[in-house]
């Protein structure tokens, strides 16, 4: 195939990408270097593939998250489509089935006509006119990352994520866990492991006590705020993760009739409800002191572990010096970036911008002027922010309402406002689909 388009990085946002721009009439390359090369994080060939948490956060329009992901719905978004339809139970999130969401990525776009799925390592990017979407993600080689040094001007960043440990529910103790929600919110989605005071103290000197893996000379521990290890959580206080992983409040135990001292939930992580997660527990503890410290909670006593929690290191380029609105560089508009190597964080983030990577490289082939989503939308507020914040570090991203712009009115009531900001997101972007 002569491509229109080439897309390197077979993650959510170059998967997006290249199903944008071939849903667009342009032809597309999709370069994707697994299996000949993997990566510390992954573990199959599949495109799309979630090495993190299952979860791709909030529904609700009351909700950056959720606002985020209706956005992508209406723009015809397949990382959406088929997250819609491998949804596991998760409350008030939109979790996934990995395995059946990564398949059916994988299979829309093998299947479509304009696609051509290429699997080998770039290790330059390709200098033509032919437009070009780098979406190599957090783990980019290192053999592209000092190209992509080259092209941008700029040393690039990093942080390091986590992911977090998943458990077999056939191995949980069913008598020792209750199924509920926080708020009850979602119905009984989710198990919950209580901790009394005495239960909970111990699992916290275990934890601040135990072995990690150590990091190489050359690498400091830049830890993105949302990810940040449970275990370094639990060195900043012994009640800091009473108010965050851990928190109890909203939870109520059947055989109590009590809010527990502390609280760790599993998450649904298949469809079939064989396996969960362990939610907000990324860490980089090694293997051995993984499975000590966490059988110390209450009904994973025998907890059997069929992925461990890892630690990688993440790059990200400094979008605001290098970057455009439209996701172009500024010295080379043929050339579109796109997911976490923007410094977006979160699946949602990541596919919402290639999302629009896709677009621009499709129209940038036909001819077409590149656009800039509006700022009032969750996509255009994500794309402001990264290439014209001014804060004097430049950090990775999650959407939320305080990237949009302010409602002229004063609502006191925060669903409500959330609420009337998302209509007027969505509003905004259906002016904005009318011109595209």
């Known amino acids: 195939m002569k491509p229109d388009v080439v897309v390197i990085g077979g993650g959510l946002a170059g998967a997006e990408a290249a199903w944008q721009a071939a849903t667009k009439n342009s032809k597309v390359i999709l370069y994707e270097m697994r299996p000949k090369v993997m990566t510390p994080a992954h573990h199959t060939d599949q495109?799309?593939?979630?090495?993190?948490?299952?979860?791709?956060?909030?529904?609700?329009?009351?909700?950056?998250?959720?606002?985020?992901?209706?956005?992508?719905?209406?723009?015809?978004?397949?990382?959406?489509?088929?997250?819609?339809?491998?949804?596991?139970?998760?409350?008030?999130?939109?979790?996934?089935?990995?395995?059946?969401?990564?398949?059916c990525v994988t299979e829309a776009l093998s299947q479509h006509d304009n696609i051509e799925i290429v699997?080998?390592?770039?290790?330059?990017?390709?200098?033509?006119?032919?437009?070009?979407?780098?979406?190599?993600?957090?783990?980019?080689?290192?053999?592209?990352?000092?190209?992509?040094?080259?092209?941008?001007?700029?040393?690039?960043?990093?942080?390091?994520?986590?992911?977090?440990?998943?458990?077999?529910?056939?191995?949980?103790?069913?008598?020792?866990?209750?199924?509920?929600?926080?708020?009850?919110?979602?119905?009984?989605?989710?198990?919950?492991?209580?901790?009394?005071?005495?239960?909970?103290?111990?699992?916290?000197?275990?934890?601040?006590?135990?072995?990690?893996h150590p990091l190489k000379d050359f690498e400091e521990g830049q830890y993105f705020e949302g990810c940040v290890p449970v275990e370094e959580l639990a060195k900043r206080g012994k009640n800091t993760l009473l108010f965050g992983p851990l928190k109890p409040v909203g939870l109520i135990d059947p055989k109590t009739k009590e809010q527990p001292h502390a609280v760790v939930q599993l998450r649904q992580d298949d469809k079939e409800g064989n396996l969960y997660n362990l939610v907000g527990f990324q860490t980089r503890l090694t293997w051995p002191e993984q499975k000590r410290v966490f059988r110390m909670i209450s009904g994973l006593e025998e907890a059997e572990f069929v992925r461990y929690g890892v630690m990688h290191r993440n790059s990200f380029i400094e979008s605001r010096k290098c970057l455009d609105a439209s996701l172009a560089v500024k010295q080379a508009p043929h050339l579109f970036f796109a997911g976490q190597i923007t410094g977006v964080e979160g699946y949602m983030e990541s596919a919402s911008n290639g999302l629009i990577a896709g677009i621009n490289a499709a129209r940038a082939s036909q001819?077409?002027?590149?656009?800039?989503?509006?700022?009032?939308?969750?996509?255009?507020?994500?794309?402001?922010?990264?290439?014209?914040?001014?804060?004097?570090?430049?950090?990775?991203?999650?959407?939320?309402?305080?990237?949009?712009?302010?409602?002229?009115?004063?609502?006191?009531?925060?669903?409500k406002r959330r609420r009337m900001v998302s209509q007027k997101a969505l509003h905004a972007l259906e002016e904005f689909c009318e011109h595209l």
């Open 119 to 212: 699997r080998e390592e770039v290790k330059t990017i390709p200098f033509s006119n032919i437009p070009v979407v780098i979406a190599t993600g957090p783990l980019t080689s290192d053999a592209l990352a000092d190209d992509i040094k080259e092209i941008t001007g700029e040393e690039a960043l990093y942080f390091f994520d986590a992911a977090a440990p998943i458990v077999t529910s056939e191995s949980i103790q069913s008598d020792k866990v209750f199924r509920a929600s926080r708020y009850d919110t979602g119905g009984d989605d989710y198990l919950n492991c209580p901790m009394d005071k005495e239960t909970y103290e111990k699992f916290w000197s275990a934890l601040v006590e135990a072995k990690v």
């Open 47 to 103: 495109l799309a593939e979630l090495v993190c948490s299952n979860s791709l956060k909030a529904k609700a329009l009351d909700n950056a998250a959720g606002l985020l992901k209706e956005e992508m719905r209406r723009l015809g978004s397949l990382i959406v489509k088929c997250a819609d339809e491998t949804e596991v139970p998760a409350g008030g999130a939109l979790a996934v089935d990995r395995r059946g969401f990564a398949a």
């Open 367 to 415: 001819g077409l002027k590149a656009v800039v989503f509006p700022k009032e939308t969750a996509h255009g507020a994500l794309c402001h922010y990264i290439t014209s914040t001014v804060t004097k570090k430049f950090q990775p991203m999650n959407i939320n309402y305080g990237l949009l712009p302010n409602l002229d009115e004063k609502v006191k009531d925060k669903k």
